[in-house]
């Protein structure tokens, strides 16, 4: 069974604070993606990345920042956290050029 | 870019047939999507379609016609379990884009 999983359910921050959001996939995929997902606009693309320190900018990559050291991790930095990131983050990740996304469980953001 | 339309909300009946209808225009067409999300949980591909026509999967089937940029999910004998947000997607070709852009979702409420 393919496996991704996110480091957090449930997070809680400060408006300011920098935040890292971890994501682990266990299926040697090259493709990995972090959407976020909100009321009446599902989900939207902010980083993907195809292989190792590789990525590109999805549609909404502003306040973001991603990093990808190890094949099987991606992590999304929110540099200095604002209520409008209040949010549920979703990691996917995909062979290259494979038509399905696996995703992780998300991690329920809330920045107050 | 790309735009996806599909409705917001459906009720149906157990036992029923729903048809849940997606719309789409993309510059370059390289798939769609379906996925199935149950509330809180992560979202899990359905099915995939690239060229016109049906395709079947047990009690579900979806349907593309690239000419009309026209899809929908035909879910059959609905069960309870069934009720989920339901995600249409488009690839897009043009871009080389691996990422998926997502529609904001249909929920399904299915009803005994």
């Known amino acids: 069974d393919v496996k991704v999983t996110q480091s957090s359910r449930y997070l809680v921050k400060r408006t300011g604070e920098k935040v890292f959001l971890e994501c682990v996939q266990d299926?040697?995929?090259?493709?990995m993606f972090w959407y976020r997902q909100d009321p009446g606009l599902g989900l939207r693309l902010i980083y993907f990345?195809?292989?190792?320190?590789?990525?590109e900018k999805g549609d909404i990559p502003e306040g973001y920042s991603v990093s990808r050291e190890k094949k099987e991790r991606f992590s999304l930095i929110l540099e200095s956290a604002s209520t409008n990131q209040t949010s549920m983050y979703l990691c996917?990740?995909?062979?290259?050029?494979?038509?399905?996304?696996?995703f992780g469980p998300g991690t329920r953001l809330t920045v107050t | 870019g790309q735009n996806i339309d599909q409705p917001t909300e459906m009720t149906a009946t157990e036992g029923a047939i729903v048809q849940i209808n997606c719309t789409y225009q993309?510059?370059?067409?390289?798939?769609l999507f379906w996925y199935q999300q149950h509330a809180g949980e992560a979202p899990t591909f359905l099915s995939y379609n690239v060229l016109d026509g049906l395709e079947e999967k047990g009690r579900f089937s979806s349907f593309l016609s690239r000419s009309k940029g026209y899809s929908y999910l035909l879910l059959k004998e609905l069960q309870m379990k069934d009720s989920a947000s339901y995600l249409c997607a488009v690839r897009d070709k043009d871009t080389g884009r691996r990422a998926l852009t997502f529609g904001s979702g249909t929920r399904l409420q299915v009803q005994p």
């Open positions: 299926m040697d995929h090259e493709n």
């Open positions: 996917a990740s995909s062979f290259v050029d494979s038509y399905e996304q696996y």
């Open positions: 990345s195809y292989d190792v320190k590789m990525k």
């Open positions: 993309t510059s370059g067409f390289n798939g």
